[in-house]
């Protein structure tokens, strides 16, 4: 089944205590983003990948760091986190820029005490 | 001025009746346009995709696409209760030369449909 699968669904933690949440796909897709949707605000691009080792900031990208050593693989660091960065998170994945649309994972809630 | 504009509802219709959602969009260089459809908690999930002028008809759905006005639309016939959610938006951004084509999401319509 094609999927795109997040870790951990849901997170509560304290300020400061670095965390991963990890993205894979198995669609062998070229386009990886991250994106945090928050109340009226929509969904915003954090930091987006191109292809291996290819990555670029979205636009809301200050606390995050993100990597792409694998194809399949996007992981999401917040070395620091902070209250502010409480948030519904979504990885998705797409097999081009913009013309095709993204998949999505199901999410991970983080919550930063 | 926001990218992608949608009003943010809620909109309310009856089971049976006609949904009407509307997205507006700011740059002239975008090609690809989808909704989204979002149950609460839940991630969004693609329904249509529309990249040329005019009507695209998928069962219930019709996705309707005027460049020259920048306007996007969802319709939805013989609306249901499990059709109440969130609708997002998205247009891809146009990056000109070289960049990256992203996808700009408008923060979305709540729908509710009632019995």
């Known amino acids: 089944e094609a999927q795109v699968t997040q870790n951990p669904r849901y997170l509560i933690t304290v300020t400061g205590k670095k965390l991963t949440v990890t993205c894979s796909q198995n669609m062998n897709h070229e386009y990886m983003s991250w994106y945090r949707q928050d109340p009226g605000l929509g969904l915003r691009q954090i930091y987006y990948?191109?292809?291996?080792?290819?990555?670029d900031k979205g636009d809301v990208p200050e606390g995050y760091k993100v990597s792409r050593k694998e194809k399949r693989n996007f992981p999401l660091i917040l070395e620091s986190p902070s209250p502010n960065q409480t948030s519904l998170y979504f990885c998705?994945?797409?097999?081009?820029?913009?013309?095709?649309?993204?998949?999505f994972g199901d999410g991970t809630r983080l919550s930063i005490l | 001025q926001k990218e992608v504009e949608q009003n943010s509802g809620p909109l309310s219709v009856p089971e049976g009746a006609i949904a009407s959602l509307n997205c507006t969009y700011s740059?002239?260089?975008?090609?690809?346009f989808f909704w989204y459809r979002q149950y609460s908690g839940k991630s969004p999930e693609l329904i249509m995709s529309i990249y040329s002028n005019g009507d695209k008809e998928d069962g219930r759905f019709t996705a309707q696409l005027n460049k020259a006005s920048q306007y996007v639309s969802l319709l939805i016939r013989d609306s249901q209760p499990s059709d109440s959610a969130t609708y997002l938006c998205a247009v891809n951004q146009w990056p000109g030369t070289g960049g990256y084509n992203k996808l700009i999401f408008g923060a979305g319509t709540r729908l509710a449909v009632h019995p």
């Open positions: 990948s191109m292809n291996v080792e290819v990555t």
């Open positions: 740059d002239r260089g975008s090609q690809s």
């Open positions: 998705a994945s797409s097999s081009g820029q913009g013309y095709q649309p993204q998949h």
